[in-house]
């Protein structure tokens, strides 16, 4: 069974900094699109962070540029989230995606052929 497991969430003070892992269960994630989601309680899943299946192109929302960064390395099949200058309104639970458009996966991540993690909380502290 296909699995993305994430790791790595947890409580930091505001400006702190996390590192999310997304680890795949199978080969064929090295050449998909990978990327980051969350959301917050109350609130819709917003897009965080996407990178292409070669990790030449990477694509953030406004609310992460410049305070985060997406990798990935493909003989780990796992992509990461650096996270600096946490802030408050960081808090959610954050998903990582597959899938094999990058369009798609940044679009939303919607459809059969996308997959999800079971998502880890980060919870930023004022």
């Known amino acids: 069974q296909v699995q993305l497991v994430e790791s790595g969430g947890g409580l930091v003070q505001a400006g702190g900094s996390l590192r999310l892992s997304c680890a795949a269960s199978e080969r064929t994630f090295s050449r998909y699109a990978m990327g980051w989601f969350r959301q917050a309680p109350g609130k819709e899943r917003e897009f965080v962070a996407a990178?292409?299946?070669?990790?030449?192109?990477?694509n953030y929302a406004d609310s992460a540029k410049g305070r985060f960064t997406i990798s990935r390395d493909n003989a780990k099949i796992t992509v990461y989230l650096q996270m600096n200058s946490l802030k408050p309104e960081d808090t959610a639970v954050y998903f990582c995606?597959?899938?094999?458009?990058?369009?798609?996966?940044?679009?939303?991540?919607?459809?059969?052929?996308?997959?999800w993690g079971q998502g880890t909380q980060v919870t930023v502290s004022s």
């Open positions: 990178v292409s299946w070669s990790g030449g192109i990477r």
């Open positions: 995606a597959a899938g094999p458009s990058f369009e798609g996966l940044r679009g939303g991540a919607n459809g059969h052929d996308y997959y």
